[in-house]
């Protein structure tokens, strides 16, 4: 299982290869993650929102988690896997994350209830419930999908369960990371990928970037540089990196991030499912120039 001192350097949310007819395209999978296990990421997380877990079923995240599973065998790789289990129905959370053990997951990413807008007390006890089955939490906050914020205070309390291991920060802003880490906080990854840099040098111990999932070795080349005490040459790449990150999200991830994988040879398609589109025209130019 993974522990706090694991929770560092670059995770990689990963894709949900689909066919065209919008079936797991489970080749490709493998195929992706081979890729990403050999370019020396620390993590791999199936079923966020990069996975189009709203669109992709129980038994697909199975099959998914075993071949991924598969794959890290076949490569000798220890790459953990963490599996997102989150919902806004408690019952439903502690019920996939006590199948996301049973499958061998070595942590699970709960993101805040989304839609219900529950008060912090309940936000609280929905943590703690999910802490409570054994697998090592990582905790999801992102205000701008969930439409709730959890107070500072509050989050101090949730990364305080034991069972708790640290905190995927994509506040969209340096605030909850700066105070946590100021009053001796567990690991911190960054969520929102312009935010990298920023947020390395306020103590986030990694990222959990959608955006790495395409040229990992440039994001590992940022945080290993950092870590190294290089961090003009960090700076430097980071900025460069800046560019493509921002147009990347110019519209719904991850449209633009299975086109660019499509194109490479990764994966055979960049199906997506409804309601989800595959990107625009005017955006795929941006990435041709």
Known sequence: MLTEQQVHGIYIPVITPFTKERELDLPSFRNYIKVMAESGIHGLVINGTTGESPTVTWDEVEQLVKAAKETLSSINSSVPIVVGTGTNDTASTVKRTKMAADLGADAVLVVTPYYNRPTEAGIYEHFRMAAEVGVPVMVYEIPARTGVKVSIDMMKKIMNLDGVIGLKDSTNDLELMTELVRTGSKPILCGDDTFFYDMLTKGATGGMMASAGVNPKRFLEVYNRFVA??????????????????HLFEEPAPAMLKHLLAKEGII???????????ASEQLKAKFAL
């Not at 005490?229 to 921002?246: M, S």
């Not at 055979?268 to 595959?278: E, T």
């Open 229 to 246: 005490g290089e961090k003009e040459e960090a700076y430097q790449i980071y900025t460069e990196l800046l560019p493509f990150i921002q």
């Open 268 to 278: 055979s398609s960049d199906q997506l499912r409804l309601p989800l589109m595959p």
